[in-house]
């Protein structure tokens, strides 16, 4: 039997934390690479940067809007936003350095979390080690408003 694969769409509000440079979403192009988004702490890859965060109660309700096509002749005027979902939860995430876990060192996983500190050197932000995304997973490129697909492997 071929292997078959299932594709579900998630649409989750992400905070993020601890950039350093204010338009990098921009340069990246909405592109990111989540890793265990259904744990207590999933990880994302957003160019360079890498994040650890966690679910949490937003303060209210946060509104997802989906951005058309604007229907007049005026190329300058506003967008047209449909309502796309709504939610309670929200994932706080805060830049993060990966290292190698050292010999001796009892914590669960390969890698250990450094998280972004203020007397950190330039060099030091400079470096940062990639994860390896779970083979039984795949990302594909966010949409506007922060939707991130993925497709799991079923069979």
Partial sequence: ?????????????VELSGII????????????KILDIDSEQPMMQVGRYVFA????DALGTCVLFEEGQSSGADPEASPELSYKCHTVKRLMMQRT?????KE??????DFQFQ????????ARLDSLSHFIQNPK???????????????????
């Fill in 104 to 109: 001796g060192d009892n914590s669960s996983g």
């Fill in 97 to 101: 350095f990966l290292a190698e876990k």
């Fill in 1 to 13: 039997m071929e292997d078959e694969w299932e594709e579900e769409e998630q649409l989750v509000v």
């Fill in 137 to 155: 997973r795949t990302s594909k490129p966010a949409g506007e408003g922060g939707a991130h697909t993925m497709g799991q492997k079923t069979g």
């Fill in 53 to 56: 965060g966690e679910y949490d």
């Fill in 115 to 122: 998280p972004l500190s203020d007397g950190m050197s330039p």
């Fill in 21 to 32: 440079n204010s338009d990098f979403l921009t340069k990246c192009q909405g592109t990111c």
